[in-house]
């Protein structure tokens, strides 16, 4: 989830991907009658993860070859069922099993190389009188292995599916994969980050794209920020989305409060004890206060929690 395995552009991409970061090699290979597999391609990888997750925690018997509706593929990744649907479904599948992957993650010895489509090989299959009753894939071994013997399953939020942006996407993925629930978050060199993601994009078009997302704040539980060393080197980091507080808000809050909060944020509220009866309220400091922060914000409802949907992860794994 945290390496460049897709394309992150929506138009065609058949310049490879080549990424190395110690001991991870991955080259992405693409042919140029359908182009490289895009992010939202993977949508389909986690549709047949989840059924996987499914029926193993069912206790049904798992295989790589599965079979389903086109109806119920794209209901499950949030898209609709028009005829253009159906046939962008078709063309997805087809850039999974044409996209060639070589990587040396989760390989037993070092220098050895795994080559794999996303999807073997698919079809459509039809009744004796020319119905169409959906259609048959057979998955790879090294992903269907990647999900069967994972120990740990992370969710992910529905609204991943909303996303419109590939960037979006792929840091997502990258802040589920790295961070999980961790309250300290976590911090990234965009350097790194540009070289990790496989984008195309120049490092300052890249750089602006980060920002523009930091500005918008579209992923789902997670909080964007950046920060600048002492050196002048920018991190992009992220934190858990806080949850509604009652009344006090601790020291070190960020600029973003959630809302709900019913009294000052920089200020302990004032203890009810008194050393000695008093018969009116102080006057207020505004002389040496000239912008007061003691009037509160009105609180806001949250939302219903969203849906989630398991995705079977290995925390700490490269898949």
């Not at 292995?145 to 590939?166: P, S």
């Not at 600048?228 to 973003?256: C, H, K, M, Q, Y």
């Not at 400091?285 to 995705?311: D, M």
């Amino acid at each position: 989830m945290a390496y460049p395995f897709f394309s992150l552009a929506k138009s065609r991409r058949v310049a490879p991907i080549d990424f190395r970061a110690g001991d991870v090699a991955i080259r992405v290979e693409a042919i140029p009658d359908h182009g490289m597999a895009t992010i939202w391609d993977a949508d389909i990888l986690i549709w047949a993860a989840s059924q996987i997750v499914n029926a193993r925690d069912a206790g049904l018997r798992t295989s790589r070859l599965m079979a389903a509706t086109p109806y119920e593929i794209l209901t499950f990744i949030g898209r609709g069922v028009s005829k253009r649907d159906y046939q962008r479904l078709k063309a997805a599948l087809d850039r999974l099993q044409a996209t060639s992957v070589v990587t040396s993650i989760r390989q037993p010895a070092e220098g050895r190389r795994h080559r794999f489509s996303w999807i073997n090989e698919w079809q459509e299959c039809c009744g004796r009188n020319g119905c169409p009753l959906g259609v048959e894939l057979i998955l790879p071994d090294w992903f269907y292995r990647a999900v069967m013997e994972d120990a740990l399953i992370l969710t992910i939020d529905r609204a991943y599916f909303a996303l419109t942006g590939g960037l979006e996407r792929w840091l997502y993925r990258l802040v589920r994969k790295h961070g999980g629930r961790q309250r300290a978050g976590w911090r990234f060199d965009i350097g790194h980050l540009h070289r990790k993601s496989g984008s195309l994009s120049p490092l300052k078009r890249f750089a602006f794209e980060l920002r523009d997302i930091v500005r918008r704040q579209p992923l789902p539980g997670y909080l964007l920020f950046t920060e600048i060393e002492a050196g002048g080197r920018v991190l992009l980091a992220f934190e858990p989305t806080p949850t509604l507080v009652d009344r006090i808000v601790p020291s070190g809050t960020r600029t973003i409060v959630p809302s709900g909060t019913a009294s000052s944020c920089f200020r302990e509220p004032r203890s009810a004890l008194r050393v000695r009866p008093e018969k009116e309220n102080r006057a207020r400091n505004v002389e040496s206060n000239s912008q007061s922060n003691i009037l509160a914000r009105e609180p806001q409802t949250g939302g219903e929690e969203q849906k989630r949907l398991c995705v079977s992860v290995r925390e700490g794994d490269d898949t």
